[in-house]
T-cell receptor, first 115, second 113 residues
């Protein structure tokens, strides 16, 4: 058990809809990272938050947004969903703001299916 | 744009054998990660390599980094079935004070008895 909790585990929705994925980091971790894994694109880094502030931004679409709340949980919002957004979305957490300084602990992921 | 290439993408090997997975990248970086993913599971951090010549070992896995050649290797010694998984490398591109990782496509390893 990594200590990182992601909900929901599975999500099925239709094109054009909006969904919110939630991540609770491991106790004591201040950084949260979001990743997308799909057959087409492989693994991609989306965004990192550290202690409530955006720290690094990767290949995150404009239709996607994220935030980290004062209790350090994070939400990834995906809107105007397209078929290509079907993927496994992982959240990870670490203590500090430098990804290489401590290991990242990964949640089990949310599998998003767009019909 | 940083490109990260892993090879081979698929590897079938017998227990007890040795093999190496290669990770090449296109832009200067001195931060490289190796991850493991079991089928249907999440990612697990294996190694972080932070300088030229860095070598790390855990059990039957050993990772090394040559920043001049832009190459990392993940060497498997005397493979066992439990090592069957997909292995990913990722390379950081520094942008200002932040680090943006780019992942390879992964190497799917199957170890046969």
């Amino acid at each position: 058990d990594s200590g990182v909790t992601q909900t929901p585990k599975h999500l099925i929705t239709a094109t054009g809809q909006r969904v919110t994925l939630r991540c609770s980091p491991r106790s004591g971790d201040l950084s949260v990272y979001w990743y997308q894994q799909s057959l087409d694109q492989g693994l991609q880094f989306l965004i990192q938050y550290y202690n409530g502030e955006e720290r690094a931004k990767g290949n995150i679409l404009e239709r996607f947004s994220a935030q980290q709340f004062p209790d350090l949980h994070s939400e990834l919002n995906l809107s105007s969903l397209e078929l290509g957004d079907s993927a496994l979305y992982f959240c990870a957490s670490s203590e500090g703001d430098i990804p290489s300084a401590q290991p990242q602990h990964f949640g089990d992921g949310t599998r998003l299916s767009i019909l | 744009e940083l490109k990260v290439e892993q090879n081979p993408l698929f590897l079938s090997m017998q227990e007890g054998k040795n093999y190496t997975i290669y990770c090449n990248y296109s832009t200067t970086s001195d931060r490289l990660y190796w991850y493991r993913q079991d089928p249907g599971k999440s990612l697990e951090s294996l190694f972080v390599l932070l300088s030229n010549g860095a070598v790390k070992q855990e059990g039957r896995l050993m990772a090394s980094l040559d920043t001049k050649a832009r190459l990392s290797t993940l060497h498997i010694t005397a493979a066992v079935h439990d090592l069957s998984a997909t292995y990913f490398c990722a390379v950081d591109l520094q942008s200002g004070g932040s680090y943006i990782p780019t992942f390879g496509r992964g190497t799917s390893l199957i170890v046969h008895p």
